[in-house]
């Protein structure tokens, strides 16, 4: 029987439920609404069992609909959606509120990557609501791109000891220039060292530009890299549809997938990776 996965990076979008500020100028094939039932189209001929859905943009239309899918869809498991973070009160009001009751309600993102100041989680009050995520015990998805994303971050650990938080796509490896592993390696080292840090192999046919043609042969040493430094029980996996789809099919993004870790990891290890970890993080 194959390897039972939860892809936990799943994205759905509709342009005429919610406002999507970062694909206003966009011209790629991502400009457009993305509904589950294209990936359901897609998803037998994978290994994936289980999903989670994860915030595409700042606002509750955003999550509201991502949760009325994963009340409509059995495979889909969890939602990584979004909270004022700005405001603590706010916070605090959607969890006991709205969001508070929702089994499918799992854990929070904020596009750090789309804020002007890499420190942006550093405020006062995304401090204070951070702590809320705590209190609720929710985890935090950490969508950096950038080395200050990764040094922001040690600071948001220890002003939040208890905050569990998942670096999404690595936080950009420089696969496209194939350093080996110049700053990345040396902050996501530091990291691995933090026992709330997790990382999630997802997005890297895209990660740091360039992605055309590239292969597992390209992405297999980041993937190794992690594996090393933040052993086999604190990484998961993403398939980051449909972004990925700029550079490859559902399918073959899976299938890059499996076959790196396949040649990394024994099949007790492969089953943590694939499907324990992300049960554990999510709580699904």
Same mark, same amino acid.
């Given at each position: ?130 702590? $809320? &995520? ?7 998805? #950490?969508?950096?791109? @950038? ?7 040690? %600071? ?103 076959? $790196? &870790? ?7 290890? #492969?089953?943590?990776? @694939? ?7 999510? %709580?699904?």
């Amino acid at each position: 029987m194959p390897q039972q996965i939860i892809d936990t990076h799943i994205h759905v979008w509709d342009l005429s439920q919610a406002d999507y500020p970062w694909l206003k100028n966009d011209t790629s094939i991502l400009n457009r609404s993305y509904s589950i039932e294209e990936l359901e189209a897609e998803r037998p001929s994978t290994n994936v069992t289980e999903g989670v859905l994860v915030q595409a943009s700042g606002n509750f239309e955003d999550t509201d609909l991502m949760l009325k899918v994963a009340g409509d869809k059995d495979w889909i498991r969890g939602v990584v959606g979004w909270l004022p973070l700005m405001d603590p009160d706010a916070t605090q009001n959607a969890l006991q509120g709205k969001y508070g009751q929702n089994t499918y309600f799992k854990g929070v993102r904020h596009q750090i990557h789309d804020e002007s100041d890499s420190q942006w989680l550093l405020q006062p009050a995304v401090i204070e609501s951070l702590k $809320i &995520l705590v209190d609720n015990n929710l985890p935090f998805d #950490l969508v950096g791109i @950038l080395p200050a994303h990764i040094e922001t971050a040690f %600071q948001v650990a220890e002003k939040v000891p208890g905050l569990k938080m998942v670096f999404d796509h690595l936080n950009q490896p420089p696969i496209s220039t194939k350093e080996t592993y110049g700053r990345w390696g040396e902050l996501m080292t530091v990291a691995a060292k933090h026992p709330n840090f997790y990382a999630k192999i997802s997005g890297l046919s895209t990660a740091s530009g360039s992605f055309n043609g590239r292969g597992t042969d390209d992405m297999k040493p980041y993937v190794a890299f992690v594996l090393e430094h933040f052993g086999t029980g604190r990484c998961f996996c993403g398939g980051d549809w449909p972004v990925s789809l700029l550079a490859k099919s559902y399918a073959a993004t899976w299938q890059d997938i499996e076959t $790196i &870790l396949s040649s990394l990891l024994t099949e007790t290890e #492969l089953a943590d990776v @694939l499907y324990n970890n992300p049960k554990q993080f999510y %709580q699904l």
